[in-house]
């Protein structure tokens, strides 16, 4: 099986929304062994969408719409398709009642643009959405599955979660499993070469996917097969040799978000937090902050982005400053110290270096990047070049800081 | 003129890239005024290549194509376009030149592979590219333009921005220009309504986009017209009476993004910035952090997610807290006092809030959100209610906190 996407709306075309939605989906269809075609955006014209649908219906056995479903005028998507399957618009009224209480539970006045979302053409299936007001609709056609959503990430994740994927995985013959892990802290091509040996001789029907992204490597090992088939078994033994190989540099092995993984592990052992951030400014505690919840095992932190700061809030002494600048180990093994005893955390972490794109030396280029962490029994600290990237150096800081908490944590410092 | 953009790359199709470069390259034709028709992605298969350059060139005049021009096996857009446009590939002296340099700067092994990076078609124009080492390229073919560059973000913009949209600006006869601004704190809807009577009256070849994002909204006015008519004159009266217009809810006069506005001011004025937050985790001094050189005017801050650091680090007083509790006027303005007394600044921003998704009470439901900004001479709080989304409150805490702050500066207090 294979799909097209059609991404609707002229704020794709003009740049103003960055399409994060055919990514998800590309993500998500890949998952049950569907491969997506070809992925086309166009804007909001009854022509574009007849055309871009004849093609799609040529190439694809799935054709995924997203966009134009909203209330106002420039909303076509649906009006187009009903009539492209010859149908007609009538009350649906499931969709009518959900739609009410949208509106009654926010105390909002009912419009007759938002009665009319509840019009759906009478040949499809009827997709309901409890995010929003306009439904997703289903059209079978041909041996064609030609499915249209709103354009609202978090409505058409939920539309394809709860209707859509589960359709297309019973539809498709072919079982297909998943087993993620993420590695920090080494290069794809450094990774690859470590579990070379073992790569090629994996079952033809186990493939294994590189997912790089700044710092990390995710490696995603799937296996295909007969719905009939246990699968499972076959995967999780080459999943438990893949983890092994890579023990080193593991960070996790699952596919969560790195600071969810922490989050976890914190909670789960009672440890709390704290952090000392120069170069970083924030970024890893705003990190932490993300994940709902980390109010439970993050008490805070100082963005000492000067030399009195160091020295007032992180009892930076004066003299380590003078002797060896804020970027050393020993400075960032004094913020370590000094936050951990500021806000009295099981762990902490520290970090000072240089992101550039001023302030470099020949002795500390830009990149340069001391990482501390420890607890009260150990701190231990770590030095890195990273990139000229005022950014990237930002983020890489923020991986590899978590890296070594992780690693310190499991290591029971 | 319109363009189709067309971009190849596996990686789009399943999802592990999400595709940033149309929206930019839609963002910059945009403004030369060039409308983007179609956007579409395929893989990296010489027939979806040719397939979608035989669309593109029946239904635009401009074709931008993006991706495959790497070095490995599954990089074959030099040779598919080099074979459709009949033309033989020959090195390119100049390219090779700059390829061997950027190798030998780096210290790295040349291979073979690297040195054909420098092969290209006979029969298009060579676009250098000094930010790696794939030239982009361009073939003028029946009145229509065919450029094909790097998918890398970094080198792509390069080439766009140096050789092709001047190209692009060249052919075509229309005149171009905009003037945007930057509003905080307003809804799009109601930002409309304030100057409805303007915009209906603006002259027909000026034209006012709305571009809305979290809890801001910029307003960029365009005009079109000749290359030979002084437009200048026209839109500056026009913008300058938007900005009065827009006065209230004004935050910057130009296209930069809020940290950067905010820094050029603090600069200028050699004032100093601290922050304490609460419920933002780090977020809003990240931001601030984010600015290259923001070391000179930003000393640091504090990240107080429990009482305790509340009350050692930022001075707040315990019955505060246990009167008003931590999301309170009382509480945000003695934060914000004790982090401009810690790090002795001119200003300061303090703030604390639910963010969600847990923690809201009837009294205090999740999005409530304090902020104070204030320097020595005075200290003003506001409260706002905003989302339920925990991520949406971090960000709109920011934007208001920062239209605050920038209030705040330019009102003298």
């Given at each position: 099986?294979?799909?097209?996407?059609?991404?609707?709306?002229?704020?794709?075309?003009?740049?103003?929304t960055?399409?994060?939605?055919?990514?998800?989906?590309?993500?998500?269809?890949?998952?049950?062994?569907?491969?997506?075609?070809?992925?086309?955006?166009?804007?909001?014209?009854?022509d574009?969408?007849?055309?871009?649908l004849?093609?799609?219906?040529?190439?694809?056995?799935?054709?995924?719409?997203?966009?134009?479903?909203?209330?106002?005028?420039?909303?076509?998507?649906?009006?187009?398709?009903?009539?492209?399957f010859?149908?007609?618009?009538?009350?649906n009224?499931?969709?009518?009642?959900?739609?009410?209480?949208?509106f009654?539970?926010?105390?909002?006045?009912?419009?007759?643009?938002?009665?009319?979302?509840?019009?759906?053409?009478?040949?499809?299936?009827?997709?309901?959405?409890?995010?929003?007001?306009?439904?997703?609709?289903?059209?079978?056609?041909?041996?064609?599955?030609?499915?249209?959503?709103?354009?609202?990430?978090?409505?058409?994740?939920?539309?394809?979660?709860?209707?859509?994927?589960?359709?297309?995985?019973?539809k498709?013959?072919?079982?297909?499993?998943?087993?993620?892990?993420?590695?920090?802290?080494?290069?794809?091509?450094?990774l690859?070469?470590?579990?070379?040996?073992?790569?090629?001789?994996l079952?033809?029907?186990i493939?294994?996917?590189?997912?790089?992204?700044?710092?990390?490597?995710?490696?995603?090992?799937?296996?295909?097969?007969?719905?009939?088939?246990d699968?499972?078994?076959?995967?999780?033994?080459?999943?438990?040799?893949?983890?092994?190989?890579?023990s080193?540099?593991?960070?996790?092995?699952?596919?969560?978000?790195?600071?969810?993984?922490?989050?976890?592990?914190?909670?789960?052992?009672?440890?709390?937090?704290?952090?000392?951030?120069?170069?970083?400014?924030?970024?890893?505690?705003?990190?932490i902050?993300?994940?709902?919840?980390?109010?439970?095992?993050?008490?805070?932190?100082?963005?000492?982005?000067?030399?009195?700061?160091?020295?007032?809030?992180?009892?930076?002494?004066?003299?380590?400053?003078?002797?060896?600048?804020?970027?050393?180990?020993?400075c960032?093994?004094?913020m370590?110290?000094?936050?951990?005893?500021?806000?009295k955390?099981?762990?902490?972490?520290a970090?000072?270096?240089?992101?550039?794109?001023?302030?470099?030396?020949d002795?500390?280029?830009?990149?340069?990047?001391?990482?501390?962490?420890?607890?009260?029994?150990?701190?231990?600290?770590?030095?890195?070049?990273?990139?000229?990237?005022?950014?990237?150096?930002?983020?890489?800081?923020y991986v590899?800081?978590?890296?070594?908490?992780?690693?310190?944590?499991?290591?029971?410092?």
């Amino acid at each position: 099986m294979n799909a097209y996407i059609i991404t609707i709306g002229d704020e794709l075309l003009i740049g103003q929304t960055i399409d994060t939605n055919s990514a998800w989906m590309g993500q998500e269809l890949n998952k049950i062994g569907i491969w997506v075609k070809r992925r086309m955006a166009i804007g909001d014209l009854p022509d574009e969408i007849i055309a871009s649908l004849n093609e799609a219906i040529q190439l694809a056995d799935v054709i995924l719409i997203t966009g134009g479903l909203g209330p106002t005028k420039d909303d076509l998507t649906k009006h187009v398709l009903c009539k492209y399957f010859g149908g007609e618009l009538i009350m649906n009224e499931e969709v009518l009642q959900q739609v009410t209480e949208f509106f009654t539970r926010r105390n909002l006045p009912m419009l007759d643009v938002n009665r009319h979302q509840a019009l759906v053409p009478s040949n499809c299936t009827t997709l309901i959405n409890k995010r929003g007001t306009a439904p997703g609709m289903m059209w079978e056609h041909n041996g064609k599955i030609i499915v249209s959503m709103p354009g609202v990430p978090f409505e058409m994740k939920h539309i394809m979660s709860t209707h859509v994927l589960p359709k297309l995985q019973e539809k498709n013959d072919t079982q297909v499993l998943h087993e993620t892990l993420v590695t920090a802290g080494i290069g794809e091509s450094f990774l690859a070469k470590k579990i070379e040996a073992w790569e090629d001789a994996l079952p033809q029907n186990i493939k294994l996917a590189y997912l790089p992204s700044i710092g990390m490597v995710k490696l995603r090992l799937t296996i295909r097969g007969n719905k009939n088939e246990d699968l499972q078994t076959q995967l999780l033994h080459q999943f438990e040799t893949l983890k092994k190989l890579v023990s080193e540099n593991l960070f996790a092995d699952n596919d969560e978000p790195m600071e969810e993984s922490i989050g976890k592990l914190l909670l789960a052992n009672k440890f709390s937090l704290s952090v000392a951030e120069s170069c970083t400014g924030g970024f890893i505690a705003s990190k932490i902050v993300s994940v709902a919840g980390s109010s439970k095992y993050f008490e805070g932190g100082i963005v000492s982005y000067s030399y009195d700061t160091k020295q007032n809030l992180l009892n930076v002494k004066k003299e380590t400053l003078e002797t060896f600048g804020a970027v050393s180990e020993e400075c960032v093994k004094e913020m370590c110290k000094g936050v951990l005893e500021r806000f009295k955390t099981t762990y902490s972490i520290a970090v000072s270096g240089i992101a550039g794109p001023d302030g470099g030396t020949d002795d500390k280029p830009i990149g340069t990047v001391w990482i501390a962490v420890g607890s009260s029994k150990k701190i231990v600290a770590q030095k890195f070049l990273f990139s000229k990237e005022r950014f990237r150096n930002i983020e890489l800081t923020y991986v590899y800081a978590l890296k070594m908490l992780m690693d310190t944590i499991v290591g029971g410092i």
